[in-house]
RNA sequence: CGGGGCGUAGCGCAGUUUGGUUUAGCGCGCGUGCCUUGGGAGCACGAGGUCCCCGGUUCAAAUCCGGGCGCCCCGACCA
């Protein structure tokens, strides 16, 4: 290709609307524009990444056996209806009507068209295992869309759905996707874990996430620095810390006047005691039942492990005056001193609490050498806490937990039966009976992976494409375009690296060398041949990796040979 | 959905507080010419604007007032 000819319009200057590195280099590199909020076309230049990633995705997909359909944007609100979905979607289900007041969506995702697809084809076990993938544009529409990609309204994904007859199956084909995954993205050269994901309340399914391991996610990542657990914030678990708490005198239970003191900063300055000789008591909504939930004053709840451990459909903070009807004070005093007809549930490490400080249940009042069993009755003990930096581990004997942040790019997960049964997709099994297909779905986020590879792959100049995803391999860079030798050079390097099949971007553009060797390594082609004053009086160009900054020089006539050995060797 | 910010040429911005001295500006980019060619050169000339939209106040509105729309950030939310 011949820049002068390409539609690549580069950015000296960062686009103000950019906030996050990937987004501001993916404007600035001619990759993508934006039509409206979480709304971009991709421009040349930024779709032959796309592509690239999504051939990587195709290939890792049909090595497993799984097969390409192209499932429609446009669904039908029945089928959603079905699922129970259409209620239970909220305002991200983008719907509308169509001229004959017929209710449609635009497909966030597409459960219900593969189960619908499935149910209608799939009648006997000979049939299954099944997997059906597609690659398709999906729209969320999202409460505040941002960064550019990595949370946009309308997003490219690549979604696959498997159907087995058993359990067995199904475990298999989600580690054959989990395998295909970390093939992908260990070809897209990402730093990535896969991390344990809760799985909400559709129970006994298991979940993982794959995270991109960056500064600027959304996510939180848990992982041990010593073993290979990892899971996300909601996931993570906790070990009990055994504190040997025999021997230490329980004192004697003491009211003290707190005035305006309602959290545990307050507490630590007023008393200056640390927050780990405090508990928290947090009134939750379980179901509509109120709930006391207990953790050490440095710690924090972790509702979705509430959620779960009570097999509720909705946990929310009570409001202000839940709050007051139950404990008798505002919020800011609650404690579990006195405390009826209420469950009082409480995380493992306030077990190995003695004379601690909680709220008195009363305003501006505080209660101090609080002790369990002696002052209240706890009814569970449970890993209610979200995981803390330094925390141990709680799969290794050593490790110690570490907090990073994560943008989450792919996602497995075990459906079970969810959707067979909402939907009736069954098959007769070889026992003669009708059974429920056993689902998985998996999900890729293409141009969000793209955006997490320069997010990952850059320097202060711009992008630094990983050789497997960048849009092209060698950018030719003639110094000088009224050089008709360097000019010739550059054309000859041209044609037989394009009659070699190399992908390569000739930049002719008749621009000074500044401004070129600038947007070179803005739009980060890892390769650069250089043909300046050395291809003149030497016969030699540069070859230049735009990663290590290393340069060799070449004979023109052997370059062809060298960038071949070198993609061969980079592209494995 | 709560809080904050922004909207002036393709991009980045000044001007708005205190209405008129601005014929609406600056830098970059864009076009033409000269000159220059190893890290975003220089000179000259030039094109390019509904100052987000609608309404109001006023002799006069980019500027003040009311309403709307759009975009960004923080939070909440996110099968």
């Known amino acids: 290709m011949r820049w002068s000819r390409y539609f690549l319009p580069t950015l000296r200057e960062v686009p103000a609307e950019a906030e996050v590195i990937s987004h501001q280099l993916m404007v600035r590199a001619g990759m993508i524009r934006k039509l409206a909020a979480g709304i971009y076309s991709y421009l040349p230049f930024g779709l032959r990444a796309l592509k690239k990633v999504r051939e990587i995705i195709r290939e890792e997909m049909n090595r497993k056996g799984a097969l390409e359909v192209y499932l429609p944007v446009v669904q039908p609100a029945e089928i959603w209806q079905e699922s129970g979905r259409w209620q239970l979607y909220g305002k991200e289900l983008l719907r509308f009507k169509d001229r004959h007041a017929r209710d449609f969506c635009l497909g966030p995702t597409h459960e219900e068209v593969i189960t619908d697809i499935v149910r209608k084809e799939v009648k006997s076990y000979r049939q299954l295992p099944l997997n059906l993938y597609q690659i398709q544009t999906k729209f969320r529409d999202e409460v505040r869309p941002r960064f550019g990609l990595m949370r946009g309204r309308e997003f490219e994904m690549k979604d696959a759905y498997s159907f087995d007859k058993d359990e067995e199956g199904a475990n298999k084909s989600y580690q054959d996707m989990y395998d295909a995954y970390c093939r992908i993205f260990e070809r897209c050269d990402l730093n990535f874990r896969a991390v344990e994901a809760d799985t909400g309340p559709i129970g006994g399914s298991y979940s993982h996430e794959f995270m991109v391991l960056a500064d600027t996610g959304e996510d939180i990542v848990v992982g041990c620095d010593t073993c290979s657990y990892a899971a996300n914030m909601e996931k993570a678990e906790v070990r009990r810390e055994s504190i040997e708490t025999q021997g230490v005198e329980m004192k004697e239970l003491e009211k003290i006047y707190t005035p305006q003191v309602k959290t545990i900063q307050d ?79 409480a995380d493992f490490a306030v077990q190995g609490m003695v004379n601690f400080i909680t709220g008195a249940n009363e305003v501006d009042r505080h209660l101090k050498n609080v002790n369990l069993n002696r002052d209240f009755k706890v009814d569970r003990f449970a890993d209610i ?113 394009l009659a070699e099949g190399v992908e390569v971007l000739l930049d002719d553009r008749d621009e000074r060398p500044g401004a070129k060797f600038k947007d070179a390594d803005l739009i980060g082609i890892p390769l650069r041949i250089t043909v300046g004053n050395l291809a003149v009086s030497e016969g030699k160009v540069e070859i230049k990796f735009r990663k290590t900054g290393e340069v060799e020089k070449v004979p023109v006539n052997e370059v062809t040979q060298r960038i071949k050995a070198i993609l061969s060797a980079q592209l494995k």
Not at 299 to 310: F, S
Not at 440 to 463: F, K, L, P, S, W
């Open 385 to 497: 806490r979200q995981a803390m930096e330094g925390d141990l581990c709680p799969r290794c004997e050593t490790g110690r937990l570490k907090i990073t942040r994560g943008i989450e790019v792919g996602h497995v997960f075990k459906l079970g039966t969810k959707y067979s049964k909402a939907m009736g997709a069954t098959f007769l099994d070889a026992d003669g009976k009708e059974k429920y297909i056993i689902m998985g779905c998996y999900g890729i986020g293409v141009g969000r992976t793209v955006a997490a590879a320069i997010e990952q792959n850059h320097d202060e100049n711009g992008i630094i494409w990983p050789f497997p995803i960048a849009p092209f391999h060698v950018l030719i860079l003639p110094v000088n375009m009224t050089d008709s030798r360097m000019v010739e050079t550059a054309e000859k390097i041209y044609q037989e690296l």
């Open 267 to 345: 507490l630590t300055t007023f008393l200056s005691a640390k927050p780990d000789q405090m508990v928290k008591t947090l009134i939750f909504q379980v179901d509509g039942r109120p709930v006391a939930a207990l953790v050490r004053g440095d710690h924090e709840i972790n509702p979705v492990k509430l959620k779960n451990l009570l097999g509720a459909d909705v946990v929310e903070m009570a409001d202000e005056e839940t709050v007051r009807r139950i404990t008798g004070a505002p919020i800011g005093f609650t404690g579990p001193v006195g405390l009826k007809g209420i469950e009082i549930i």
